[in-house]
C-alpha cells in the first residue's frame, strides 16, 4: 500500500473539496531561470540524457520544490518523447529547440507508425517516476504528463518548433482523414504512455495542448478536441482515481467543450478572467491558473499586487489551483517564484484569519 500523501491540497482542489489555501505549483518549474538546474544539465551534457538518467531528472524534478516548497512536483520530462519513441528522432539544437532527425513526410509514413509500448521505449521515463515517488517520501503528489495529440502532431509534421506549424495544418484542410489517422495513433499511444505513468506511481496527470489555439472552431473539435475526449475516456478506465488536467492554450472561449470532456480541471491562460472561466464551465470542474508568466519579471509590489487579483479573481470557492497560465520564462529571477508563493500562502492567511 502506498503512503497516503502529507500534503494532498492538489489533489483536494482537482476533486472541488475544500482545502486551508489553494496548492500552488508552476508549469516548467524545473527549467533554466534555476541556477541549480544549469549545474545538473550542465554534468548531464545535453537535455535528452538529462531525462533518460534517473537520478539526473529525479534532482532536478525536486529543485523547485525544495527552494518553494510547491504543493507538487512535476516529472522531468519532454512532451516529444512519445514520437521519439515512434522512431522520429528526437534532439535539442542549442538555442534552437526541439527537432526530429526524421519527421513525418508522407502518407506512408503516418500509416506506419508504430505504437510504442510504455515499458519498453519510454521505460527511462517510468524509471524516473519511480524514482521520483520514492525521493518525494509522499511529501506532495507527483505530476505525470504527455502532451495532446493535435500538439504532437504539430511537431511531427513540422520537423521541430514553430510559431505556425503550417505543415499539420496544412494537412487539416488537404488530408482531414489522414490527420485524423495520425491523431487515432497518438490518441492510442498517449493513453497507454499516461496510463503507464499512473501505475508507476504519478498521483495526478496532465495534457498539455500547447497549440490547441491555432485551429479554427470546427478543426478544435475534431482535432484537438475529440481526441482529448477519447483520452480522458480510456484514462478513467485505466488509471481509475487519478485526476486528470487538460491544459489548451487559447481556449478561453472552449472551456464548457473541454469541460464536458469529463477531465478533473482546466488549465486556464491570461487571456480569459478566472470569473468568466468559472461561469463556462458552470464549476463543474477545478480550474489551474493563470497569471501571465511575464508578471515574474516585474518587481515584487507588482507581483504581489497581480497574485491578489487572480486569488480574488477566482473567488472564495473551492476547485483553485493556482498557477502561470503558461510556462515560466527562462529570464525569471528565482527570488520573485519566491515572492509569488509567499503572497499565494500570506493571502489565504489574511482570508481564513
Ligand atoms: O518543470 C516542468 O514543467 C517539467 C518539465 C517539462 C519540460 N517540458 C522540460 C523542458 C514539461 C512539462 C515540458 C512540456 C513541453 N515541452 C511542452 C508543453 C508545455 C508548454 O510550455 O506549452 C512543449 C511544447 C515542449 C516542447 C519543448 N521542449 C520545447 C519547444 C523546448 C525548447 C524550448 C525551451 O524552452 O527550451 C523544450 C525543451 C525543454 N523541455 C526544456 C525544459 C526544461 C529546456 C531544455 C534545456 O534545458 O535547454
Same mark, same amino acid.
Given at each position: 500500500m502506498a503512503e497516503p500523501l502529507r500534503n494532498d491540497r492538489l489533489l483536494r482542489a482537482l476533486r472541488r473539496q475544500p482545502v486551508d489555501r489553494p496548492p500552488v505549483w508552476l508549469m516548467r518549474q524545473a527549467g533554466r531561470y534555476l541556477p541549480e538546474y544549469r549545474a545538473v544539465r550542465e554534468?548531464?551534457?545535453?537535455?535528452?540524457?538529462?531525462?533518460?538518467? !534517473?537520478? @539526473? =531528472?529525479?534532482?532536478?524534478? @525536486?529543485?523547485?520544490? *525544495?527552494?518553494?516548497?510547491?504543493?507538487?512536483?512535476?516529472?522531468?520530462?519532454?512532451?516529444?518523447?512519445?514520437?521519439?519513441?515512434?522512431?522520429?528522432? @528526437?534532439?535539442?539544437?542549442?538555442?534552437?529547440?526541439?527537432?526530429?532527425a526524421r519527421p513525418l513526410r508522407s502518407a506512408a509514413e503516418i500509416r506506419a507508425l508504430p505504437v510504442p509500448d510504455p515499458e519498453s521505449e519510454l521505460r527511462y521515463v517510468l524509471d524516473a517516476v519511480r524514482t521520483i515517488k520514492r525521493a518525494l517520501a509522499a511529501r506532495v503528489p507527483l505530476i505525470g504528463f504527455a502532451g495532446s495529440?493535435?500538439?504532437?502532431?504539430?511537431?511531427?509534421?513540422?520537423?521541430?518548433?514553430?510559431? *505556425?506549424?503550417?505543415?499539420?495544418?496544412?494537412?487539416?484542410?488537404?488530408?482531414?482523414? #489522414?490527420? =485524423?489517422?495520425?491523431?487515432?495513433? #497518438?490518441?492510442?499511444?498517449?493513453?497507454?504512455? #499516461?496510463?503507464?505513468q499512473a501505475a508507476a506511481g504519478a498521483d495526478a496527470l496532465m495534457l498539455f495542448d500547447t497549440w490547441g489555439g491555432l485551429l479554427d472552431a470546427e478543426g478544435f473539435r475534431r482535432f484537438s478536441l475529440a481526441p482529448l475526449q477519447?483520452?480522458?475516456?480510456?484514462? =478513467?478506465?485505466?488509471?481509475?482515481?487519478?485526476?486528470?488536467?487538460?491544459?489548451?492554450?487559447?481556449?478561453?472561449?472552449? @472551456?464548457? *467543450?473541454?469541460?464536458a470532456t469529463g477531465c478533473a480541471g482546466l488549465g486556464v491562460d491570461w487571456s480569459v478572467s478566472l470569473t468568466a472561466a468559472r461561469a463556462a464551465v458552470a464549476d463543474g470542474v477545478a480550474l489551474q491558473g493563470n497569471l501571465d508568466p511575464t508578471a515574474l519579471l516585474a518587481n515584487p509590489r507588482a507581483i504581489r499586487e497581480r497574485v491578489a487579483a487572480v486569488l480574488k479573481d477566482y473567488g472564495d470557492a473551492p476547485g483553485h489551483v493556482f498557477n502561470l497560465g503558461h510556462g515560466i520564462l527562462p529570464a525569471t529571477p528565482?527570488?520573485?517564484?519566491?515572492?509569488?508563493? !509567499?503572497?499565494?500562502r500570506e493571502h489565504a492567511d489574511g482570508v481564513a484569519g
Open positions: 554534468r548531464a551534457g545535453d537535455f535528452m540524457t538529462l531525462c533518460r538518467t !534517473r537520478e @539526473l =531528472a529525479c534532482e532536478v524534478t @525536486l529543485q523547485p520544490v *525544495e527552494r518553494f516548497d510547491l504543493d507538487a512536483a512535476i516529472l522531468f520530462s519532454d512532451i516529444l518523447t512519445v514520437p521519439d519513441a515512434m522512431g522520429l528522432g @528526437l534532439h535539442f539544437v542549442e538555442g534552437e529547440g526541439p527537432a526530429f495529440p493535435w500538439t504532437l502532431a504539430c511537431y511531427m509534421l513540422e520537423g521541430g518548433g514553430s510559431r *505556425e506549424f503550417v505543415g499539420a495544418r496544412r494537412l487539416r484542410f488537404e488530408r482531414p482523414a #489522414l490527420l =485524423a489517422q495520425l491523431l487515432d495513433t #497518438l490518441t492510442t499511444a498517449v493513453a497507454r504512455y #499516461l496510463a503507464a477519447r483520452l480522458t475516456a480510456e484514462l =478513467a478506465a485505466a488509471a481509475p482515481g487519478v485526476p486528470l488536467i487538460v491544459f489548451s492554450k487559447g481556449a478561453g472561449t472552449r @472551456l464548457s *467543450e473541454l469541460a528565482p527570488e520573485h517564484v519566491a515572492v509569488l508563493v !509567499r503572497a499565494v
